[in-house]
């Protein structure tokens, strides 16, 4: 398993429960890939190293195989966002909708109100702008989505995809639970241990520190990469296109904004949002306080590529890289960075769990598992 993360850990998990010996490398001197959290010696807060992960599902089965590694706890992700000077609940709903307009609508009567308000002239929109536009209208759109989305992707609006806004991003009710999923939660002694109990098993070892190279995949029956496609090839094509993100770092005495997530809209301030770490343990008590700032840019060699862009000059490049792939018969590409694509936690382990069972039905003489499970 090249990667420690989620991806490497559960396909390892399960690969060993069948009798297999396993190696888990990370490049990294630590496990859990993303995910890794670590309790701030100071102040005691569990942090969330490479931004705050929230996990939430709908997937039965793995809402119970994390459960069986860790207990998970009620956490609700409900962001505030901070935009022209007032504070507001995300995603907009009919109290942001009321608040931001200063009326006491009720759900219907918001629904035309916003149809009211929307550019109903723009009949087929082509990019994010336009789309928006057409949902909730500009005075919504400026607040809420533009400035945000200029800073996260770094480019305007107008250059970006209509398909981006599938949905109207509006909901006539008071719900401002971030997520749709049935299942919502935090791990009580954060991913850390949750990855460190699905490794822990006889039959796996782990080495970190330890940068794994194509020339290494001959050392093994099978390879599963979860690394980036392109290093695999040592970029060889050229680099698939990824955002960045850097955090700045900052310890309060106290409580700093009595929230775990504020987004910054405007485009003024020049970093997305702030975290505030304690809050995503909310059964924990802690004086000090533990945020990040949150800039996000384009990813450069060195940095660490977070957000896969997939526009169409990345989607080109990556037909090339999969292309090239898809004659390997010893190396399967998995995971984020493996396919290229952005995946939520859950998503990550159902993967790896149907991976792991490929693998193993195709040496059951089962379908050959090839380069990819999923094709990116
Ligand atoms: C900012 C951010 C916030 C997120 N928040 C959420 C959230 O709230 N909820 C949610 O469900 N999901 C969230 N995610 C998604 C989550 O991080 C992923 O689902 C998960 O990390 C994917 O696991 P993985 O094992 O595929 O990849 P990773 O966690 O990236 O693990 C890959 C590992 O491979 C190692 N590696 C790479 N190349 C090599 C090499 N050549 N040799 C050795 N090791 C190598 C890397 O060091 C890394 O540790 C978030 C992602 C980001 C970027």
Wanted: hydrophobic share 35%; glycine share 8%.
């Amino acid at each position: 398993m090249v990667g420690a993360g989620l991806s490497g850990a559960v396909i390892g998990r399960k690969l060993a429960e069948a009798g297999h010996s396993i190696v888990v490398c990370d490049e990294r001197n630590h496990i859990a890939g993303n995910c890794y959290t670590e309790r701030d010696s100071d102040t005691g807060v569990m942090v969330h190293v490479y931004g705050p992960h929230i996990f939430h599902t709908d997937d039965e089965e793995v809402w119970s195989y994390v459960n069986s590694f860790q207990t998970f706890l009620p956490f609700v992700n409900r962001v505030k966002t901070t935009s022209g000077g007032r504070v507001y609940l995300l995603p907009v709903n009919l109290h942001t909708i009321n608040q931001f307009f200063g009326k006491t609508l009720r759900p219907d009567e918001a629904r035309d109100f916003i149809t009211s308000i929307a550019e109903s002239s723009i009949e087929d929109p082509k990019t994010f702008e336009e789309q928006a536009l057409k949902f909730v209208g500009r005075d919504l759109y400026e607040a809420f989505f533009k400035g945000y989305t200029v800073k996260q992707w770094g480019c305007s609006p107008t250059e970006l995809p209509a398909s981006i806004l599938k949905r109207l991003p509006v909901r006539f009710n008071y719900d401002d639970n971030y997520f749709f999923h049935r299942f919502q939660g935090m791990p009580e002694n954060g991913y850390t241990e949750m990855v460190e109990r699905i490794l822990k098993h006889d039959r796996i070892e782990v080495r970190l520190s330890h940068r794994f190279t194509r020339s290494d995949t001959h050392d093994f029956d099978h390879v599963f990469y979860s690394g980036p496609l392109d290093g695999y090839y040592d970029f060889e094509l050229g680099r698939l296109g990824y955002r960045t993100l850097d955090f700045e770092r900052f310890n309060y005495d106290g409580d700093y904004q009595g929230c775990a997530v504020m987004n910054y809209g405007d485009l003024g301030v020049p970093y997305t949002r702030i975290t505030e770490h304690k809050h995503f343990s909310p059964w924990e008590k802690h004086e000090k306080s533990i945020c990040y700032r949150e800039f996000s840019r384009a990813c450069e060699e060195g940095d660490i590529p977070y957000y896969p862009i997939r526009m169409a000059d990345e989607k080109a490049l990556l037909e090339r890289y999969v292309e090239r792939a898809s004659a390997e018969q010893q190396v399967t590409f998995v995971g984020r960075l493996g396919t290229y694509r952005y995946l939520d936690m859950d998503v990550t382990i159902r993967e790896a769990l149907d991976t792991a069972n490929a693998y193993l039905g195709s040496l059951a003489g089962q379908a050959k598992l090839g380069a990819f499970f999923v094709t990116p």
